[in-house]
């Protein structure tokens, strides 16, 4: 079955610095969608990528699609501490029908040092 | 006003008992989903409804049971719960089309003692 996975799964990071997260796709994907968590709370919708190699910034968070639509990545510059908890990457389940749901990757979770 | 909420926020039973979680979405949306989410964070789907109507169904323990009475509407139903069952399942809610943004709801932290 389809597979997203999702490096590293943690990481530390002095608050300032850079982070990026990967996401990669066993199949081709119709989109990709990240979503964030922050600590105890849900999953909230950050972004969908639909062209192949697209890149879209939310300020200083910058997404990118693969060429292939196979691959894909979440970059933060400058971290805060807000930019705290985990984000994950999600594809369409199945033909991509909107009712199969999505496969999530395992997550990054991001921690930040003052 | 909360656009997908869930009921309740935390559920502590033993094992053995059987539990419902609710959840009510007000976007007017077709399409609701049932995850869960492990102590390791590992997001998974189990069941979606699209109008009321079941269309995934996980890899899920026939002692899981949703029920959508309308399309605002799917609950979760578990009977004997056992301690694996213990985790966080949170409901969501899309419009339904071709991959489309999921909405999730606040979560449901489950403890089987």
């Known amino acids: 079955g389809q597979q997203v996975m999702q490096i590293p799964q943690y990481q530390h990071v002095q608050e300032g610095e850079d982070f990026t997260t990967y996401c990669n796709s066993s199949?081709?994907?119709?989109?990709i969608q990240w979503y964030k968590q922050r600590p105890g709370g849900h999953p909230v919708f950050l972004i969908q990528?639909?062209?192949?190699?697209e890149v879209k910034k939310q300020k200083r968070l910058t997404f990118q699609f693969g060429e292939a639509k196979k691959n894909s990545s979440l970059h933060i510059t400058a971290t805060q501490t807000t930019d705290v908890g985990t984000y994950f990457c999600?594809?369409?389940?199945?033909?991509?029908?909107?009712?199969?749901?999505?496969?999530f990757g395992k997550g990054t979770h991001l921690i930040i040092q003052p | 006003d909360t656009a997908v909420s869930q009921t309740p926020k935390y559920l502590v039973t033993q094992m053995g008992n059987d539990k419902s979680i609710k959840c009510e979405q007000n976007?007017?949306?077709?399409?609701m989903y049932w995850y869960k989410q492990d102590s390791k964070k590992f997001l998974k789907i189990m069941f979606s409804?699209?109008?009321?109507?079941?269309?995934i169904n996980e890899t899920v323990p026939n002692r899981f049971s949703p029920k959508s009475p309308d399309k605002a509407h799917l609950n979760l139903h578990i009977n004997s719960l056992e301690l694996g069952d213990s985790a966080v399942y949170f409901c969501?809610?899309?419009?339904?089309?071709?991959?489309?943004?999921?909405?999730f709801g606040p979560g449901t932290r489950l403890t089987v003692l």
């Open positions: 969501a809610s899309s419009r339904g089309l071709v991959a489309d943004t999921q909405y």
């Open positions: 990528l639909v062209k192949s190699g």
């Open positions: 409804y699209n109008n009321k109507e079941l269309i």
């Open positions: 999600a594809g369409p389940k199945g033909s991509g029908g909107g009712a199969d749901g999505l496969t």
């Open positions: 199949t081709t994907l119709s989109n």
């Open positions: 976007l007017g949306h077709d399409t």
